[in-house]
């Protein structure tokens, strides 16, 4: 089946700094893939749609500017949280497809902010 | 918009078959997903339907009714390994196909 890579799997940073997470589809070409955000306890929430070659499309409630997300290839796109705050801590997941039946997951980011 | 529920929690005995319903109003819809998630770990696809019945796949089963806008597992011969958060989610019909998910129902198996 696909494979779609996600690193770091765990980050710990300090408030105020940047983190970026990679999502890498492994054996297939994704033109689009999702951002997720998982609180503890709750479904995922979709962040926003990152399409390669051209600009995110965002969900109602996310901020832009924070949550940079660049897809630089068909097989890479990248979420960047910028100036964390411990209330971004949280779960990260990033999902892509090649067909229409199946969506694969990255294994997940554990984002901790202190 | 989309919207999407189900229960919050489920308990079942081990052996026994149980049903995780799945209700959602979606402006646009272009077939249904169920996953499984353990804790702290990625969802693992479980069943996709995009027409109405019921697919079946060893002890997992999906039935969807587009007309009712409903869906239901139903997982038999349970273990206690299948105890887990059990998502729907649905697909829409956009130029991008978003994926939104439902809540989640947590399911606990118990012998």
């Known amino acids: 089946g696909a494979v779609v890579s996600q690193h770091p799997s765990r980050v710990i940073c300090k408030s105020g700094t940047s983190v970026k997470i990679e999502c890498r589809s492994l054996?297939?070409?994704?033109?689009?893939m999702f951002w997720y955000r998982q609180f503890p306890k709750q479904s995922l929430m979709l962040m926003a749609t990152?399409?390669?070659?051209?600009?995110?499309?965002?969900e109602q409630g996310v901020e832009k500017d924070k949550f940079l997300i660049n897809h630089a290839s068909l097989t890479l796109s990248t979420l960047t949280v910028t100036s964390a705050h411990p209330e971004d801590s949280s779960f990260y997941i990033c999902?892509?497809?090649?067909?229409?039946?199946?969506?694969?997951f990255g294994q997940g980011t554990r984002l901790t902010v202190v | 918009g989309q919207n999407i529920d189900q229960p919050t929690e489920m308990t079942a005995t081990e052996g026994a078959i149980v049903q995780i319903n799945c209700t959602y109003q979606?402006?646009?819809?272009?077939?249904l997903f169920w996953y499984q998630q353990h804790a702290g770990e990625a969802p693992t696809f479980l069943s996709y339907?995009?027409?109405?019945g019921l697919e079946e796949k060893g002890r997992f089963s999906s039935f969807l009714s587009r007309s009712k806008g409903y869906s239901y597992l139903l997982l038999k011969e349970l273990q206690m390994k299948d105890s887990a958060s059990y998502l729907c989610?649905?697909?829409?019909?956009?130029?991008?196909?978003?994926?939104?998910f439902g809540t989640g129902t947590k399911l606990q198996v118990i012998p």
């Open positions: 054996d297939f070409q994704a033109t689009t």
């Open positions: 990152s399409n390669e070659g051209s600009k995110a499309t965002y």
């Open positions: 979606t402006s646009g819809f272009n077939g």
């Open positions: 999902s892509a497809s090649y067909s229409p039946t199946e969506a694969f």
């Open positions: 339907n995009v027409l109405d």
């Open positions: 989610a649905v697909r829409d019909d956009g130029g991008y196909q978003k994926v939104t």
